[in-house]
């Protein structure tokens, strides 16, 4: 009997040291940094042949042309209008039919690179949004007679629009939703 228990005790004692070791190793590599692949918040990983495809299917290559080629992006924070059975009436600084409550214009180049880097990013790794859909959002670029305006909820993740080169619409992630605000904040309301 006494044998069985020192058995047992070598065992035990054997087994705990292995695991001492085995935590000290783990702990040792996890203080090695490591380069990361999740996204920074204006800096976005290539997308996957099928990410790609489906970028291609909810916003076209000639539509992501517009927005590339435009001169200047304008976005919006943007709030629904409140119901009336009357017909609606578009007011001046309605877009798409929504209040605009702060508008900001990109000219930069830079910066109007990173915010489509970070929307087609959105639009091709997202699967699918939530069945809601209550904007905040907007975007408008005009290349010559070529226009795309596009409605985007980032709390459920979905984007709808209007394009004059094909249809846009389907799920998107919240990648953007930083830079929007980050430029947003800094214009002024309506």
């Known amino acids: 009997m006494k044998q069985i228990i020192l058995f047992l005790i070598f065992v035990f004692s054997t087994s705990c040291a292995q695991n001492a070791v085995l935590s000290q190793q783990n702990s040792q590599a996890q203080e090695i940094p490591t380069p990361s692949t999740s996204p920074t918040p204006f800096t976005f990983p290539k997308l996957s042949v099928a990410e790609s495809r489906r970028l291609d299917e909810r916003l ?6 517009v927005l590339e080629q ?21 007011e001046p600084d309605d877009f798409q039919n929504y209040h605009v409550r702060k508008k900001a214009v990109i000219r930069d180049v830079n910066l109007k690179q990173q915010l489509l880097n970070a929307l087609f990013y959105a639009v091709g790794s997202k699967d699918s949004g939530s069945m809601c ?17 596009l409605v985007i909820c980032f709390q459920c993740g979905n984007f ?11 799920a998107l992630s ?15 309301e309506n």
């Open 60 to 65: 076209s290559q000639k539509t992501r042309q």
């Open 70 to 90: 435009a001169d200047e992006i304008e976005i919006f924070d943007i709030v629904m209008k409140k119901f009336s059975a009357a017909a609606p009436q578009v």
């Open 133 to 149: 859909f209550t904007p905040r959002h907007g975007l408008r670029a005009i290349y010559k007679d070529q226009r795309v305006e």
């Open 160 to 170: 709808q629009g209007v394009s004059s080169v094909g249809k846009v619409g389907g």
């Open 174 to 188: 919240d990648a953007p939703k930083e830079l929007f605000e980050q430029i947003l904040a800094n214009s002024k």
